[in-house]
């Protein structure tokens, strides 16, 4: 592959030089959920990297054919092996950088039944005064937590994106 | 590339069978506005295919390194030669049938003066009696317009989703 400005386009892309196709890069999608049984909040201790050891939200990328809330009930499943209900939309982040748009949703916890999946190393649901804050992976973490608890028991809301300033970069 | 199950996977991935790259493939993000001038909404009729002659919004696939308020500013330029203001998002609609993840803002047309770049025929401003309905060129753009007519003036509104049972496809 070649990078190079296909005819009638305006910026470079992976192109093959024998048959001409065109593989375009676009960012990825990442969906996961703020899900809480009576207060407290799921959190999963990452298994892998980036940021091994780290506390983070089930979340992970889009797969093809499957909507963002199927995502994030996959998610949930995978590395914490949880049951949830998707409630609504609570951020979209953007990460810029590393060309990420983030979808964190409300979700209800359906059974207190949590263990670790394979890409986690914990699991562990926590009161807000109990939340590992300095272990923290990512900062769209901090973010999610701090907006999810500002909306409170809100059922209409304006659906929240990077706090003023912050790309997520760090 | 041949597609195979990568060791630590669970899905069928494009890998290269010499060096082992695996190229993901990953629902892609389109960005796009209901931008609104004294009342009127924004149109373009579509050059390109698919649904070339049919209007649509300004939208189109996020790049990379763009957040979606500035590919969606970006696409109103490209398209109409439109400037516009990013307010708050209005809708994500799944198209899980072709991967996308479609993110719709409330946006403010700037300036009056629009012109069909070179993905559009004609563009225009439209009060809602005078949207071309019958030629509309997609389901999203339907019930973004309809969303967008919803919410009004409205500033704080439940950020809308796909109707209930439908995905897009027709």
Redesign the interface.
Known sequence: MVRKIPE?DN?LRLVCPDCGYI???????VVGSVATLGGKILLCKREIGPRRGYWTLPAG?????????DGAIREALEEASARIEIL??LA?Y?I??I?Q?Q?IYRAKLLAPDIAPG?ESQEVGLFAWDDIPWPDIAFPSVHWALNHHREIGDE?????R?NPPGETGDY
């Open positions: 009638g910026r593989a375009y890069e676009n960012p990825k999608v990328f889009l797969e093809l054919d499957e909507t963002t809330q609504t939309l979209v953007n810029r950088r060309s748009v979808l394979p059922t209409v809301f304006t659906l994106t």
